[in-house]
């Protein structure tokens, strides 16, 4: 159960390896979370990942998890949730892609597709039968601001960004009032290994900037949490553009 701060005591992370969620269970972890699952495609990096994570104190166990594979989420995840009650689902898997080689092989964008949006539906719905089944907890879904408004520069990934964010919306609006909670994170530019060697964004943020903001969303139960918190302001800017104007921007 969550404590009397709204922080999860057990935490399932689907994308184990993905550097934003574990600098967010790094933070929970020196708070109150004791118990944490990380699921993902077996690898050194997986079990790296467990490792230290143990050294901050957690009991950290692992689970065969791929997005891609979505007719084995059920089994895969139902064993975690067979093990006791999750507080806290972080789905944080993803994939950027590379626009311009994708745009020529319609295969490799039909796996961003897939990774971002197919398998988070699959993934999310499992997860969230299992949160209302036991009668609380929180989905956290890591979104982008890259969802607002497709862009020339990476319109496959913006869209499919665009995909999980409305079905996750819909999903926290489908949940409401069953006692499971369902927050939509909308991070900027996060320097990660995924974003090394592109040019930098404006109001570019770090995996540590978006534990934070995850932090006090869950404490707010908040639904939408932009990181940084000026995107707001400038996302809505954006897409209420005129299209001939916003294909002409430097984005």
């Excluded at 960004?161 to 939509?184: C, E, S």
Aim: glycine share 10%; with cysteine; proline share 5%.
């Amino acid at each position: 159960m969550k404590d009397a701060f709204g922080l999860p005591q057990s935490l399932l992370v689907l994308g184990g390896t993905s550097e934003i969620a574990l600098a967010t269970a790094r933070r929970l972890i020196a708070r109150r979370t004791r118990a944490v699952w990380l699921a993902g495609r077996p690898s050194p990096g997986l079990d790296e990942a467990a490792e230290q994570l143990r050294g901050l104190g957690a009991e950290v166990r692992t689970v065969a998890f791929d997005a891609l594979d979505p007719a084995a989420h059920e089994e895969a995840l139902g064993k975690v949730f067979a093990e006791g009650d999750v507080d806290l689902v972080l789905l944080a898997f993803g994939t950027l892609g590379d626009q311009a080689h994708d745009e020529r092989d319609p295969e490799a964008a039909v796996r961003v597709a897939q990774t971002n949006y197919t398998g988070a539906v699959s993934a999310g719905l499992v997860c969230a039968g299992a949160l209302q089944a036991q009668g609380h907890g929180s989905l956290v879904v890591l979104s982008s601001v890259a969802g607002e408004r497709a862009r020339r520069a990476n319109f496959i990934y913006g869209s499919s960004k665009a995909g999980l964010d409305a079905f996750a919306q819909g999903l926290g609006d489908a949940l409401y009032g069953t006692g499971v909670h369902v927050m939509v994170v909308r991070p900027g530019f996060v320097r990660t290994r995924m974003t090394a060697g592109l040019p930098e964004a404006p109001l570019a943020t770090t995996p540590e900037a978006v534990a934070a903001a995850v932090e006090l969303g869950l404490r707010r139960r908040a639904e939408t949490v932009w990181v940084p918190g000026a995107l707001r302001v400038v996302m809505s800017a954006l897409r209420h553009l005129p299209r001939a104007v916003f294909r002409r921007l430097p984005v």
